[in-house]
Structures are given as structure tokens and as C-alpha cells.
């Protein structure tokens, strides 16, 4: 059964995309059909980490929310991006959000129809025969977050060990609950390596009591990379690919 799971952050900066495209490659190393979508509307940039250029987007999800094109006809194969990870035969489809500043502007502008969204993404699954859709959100709470996640069979959600993070996940948290959301779990991302990875996990579970099922540490390959490409693809040995792999296989396969 195909799966529609919501990847979140209360604020930016917390490598959300990127922790959403590296779930998409590991879920697609199985041999699994997955599709991202970039819902990040007013900030997008999740294509960059699949080799894309701007010039290269020549339509986009903006196409489909306007009643431009299908939803189908927006979604780009992105299977190449995988190197050896597709060896399994799984398969990625990218649907990203246009970059040009006039897109954008109209978002902010004129905002979009949030149910037609959903139905675009029951769609998604259905025209594609998907495994598994991730929907990358905008960071915070506002009506499209908060319908994501409220269509979401599984959530996860985001945050760094700072002080901020946890009043603003606290508050996330809260939410997720009132929508009955069916699994939600915890990744706690560049986690300083000073840090003891076992003890942080115990503290935010303590404090949340939801399931912290990663803790990526701070990683200078990670920060080298600067999104030129997938971690798990460059990286497949590295602790952090690894953490992705035992997300994938206990949340998810």
C-alpha cells in the first residue's frame, strides 16, 4: 500500500530537503517507486540536490496548481541521480516548485487552492503506481503545512539541538496530534559530535514522547557536498547514510 509522508521543520536551516531527498534515495535503493514534491512553494531549492538547474525546470508544480498542466505531466524521472543506488530497479520522480521570482511572487501574491494540492498528490500515486510520496513543506505552520500534514500517513519531523527548535517543535508536535496524524517521528539533525548521540535522543524523547528514530551528526562531508548531489549516493559508508538506511528499514519498508 503507497505510503504519503510529510517531512517538516518549525524553522528553516535544519536540512530538511536534504534529509528528504536522502530518505527518497534510500527508500528508492530498495527497489521502491518514490516521488518528492517540493511544497516549499515560496522557497524552493530541493531540485538542486537531484542535479537541477534552474533553466532545466521548465514546468513545475506552480503549472498544476494554476490548471496548466496534469499533475503527472510535472514530474520529472530523476532515476539517474541515484548512481548504483538503482541498481535494485527502484525508480525517482521529482516534482519541483518553479525558482523564477515572477512564480514566486504570484504564490505570495495570489496563495493557491490547498484541497486541489491534495488531490494532485493522491494523483501523484495513483498515475505514477508509487510506493511512497514525500512531500518536502514549507518550514512552520501555516494552511498548506498544516493540510499536508493532516494527509500524511506518516510525518517526520525535523529539528536541531537549539533552543528554539524545541519551543517551535514543541508547538508542531502539539498539532500533529490534534490532526491524528498515524505515525509521527522524531530526526534530530547536525547534531555538534561533542554531543552524546544516545543521551540527546533520550532527552528529546523524554521531552516530546514520540520516537526519535535518527540522530544525524554535525558532518564536514555533508557541508563539503553544499547540496551538489545526494549524501547517500557520494557517501554510502559514511555513519549518516547509514542513520538513513536504519530510518528507511525501521519506519517505512
Known sequence: MSKLISIHSYRGGTGKSNTTANLAATLAKYGKRV??????????????????????ITIALNDYLWGRRSISEVAYEVTDALGS??????????????????????????????????????????????????????????EETLLSISVSDVLFLILRPDAQDYQGTAVTVDVARKLKVPAL??????????????????????????????????????????????????YPNDPVSKTFDEIVIHCLI
Open 35 to 56: 516521488a518528492v514534491v517540493d511544497t516549499d512553494i515560496q522557497s524552493p531549492g530541493i531540485h538542486v540536490l537531484f542535479g537541477f538547474q534552474e533553466d532545466q
Open 85 to 142: 543506488l538503482a541498481d535494485n530497479g527502484g525508480k525517482i520522480f521529482l516534482i519541483p516548485s518553479s525558482s523564477r521570482a515572477e512564480d514566486i511572487a504570484r504564490v505570495l501574491r495570489e496563495g493557491y487552492d490547498i484541497e486541489y494540492l491534495s488531490q494532485g498528490l493522491q494523483a501523484l500515486i495513483n498515475e505514477l503506481n508509487l510506493d511512497y510520496l514525500l512531500v518536502d513543506t514549507h518550514p512552520g505552520l501555516n
Open 185 to 234: 517521528f522524531m530526526i534530530v539533525n547536525k547534531v555538534p559530535q561533542f554531543f552524546d548521540l544516545g543521551e540527546l535522543k533520550s532527552k528529546v524523547e523524554a521531552t516530546y514522547e514520540a520516537d526519535v528514530v535518527g540522530v544525524l551528526p554535525h558532518s564536514d562531508e555533508m557541508m563539503v557536498l553544499a547540496s551538489n548531489g545526494l549524501f547517500v549516493v557520494k
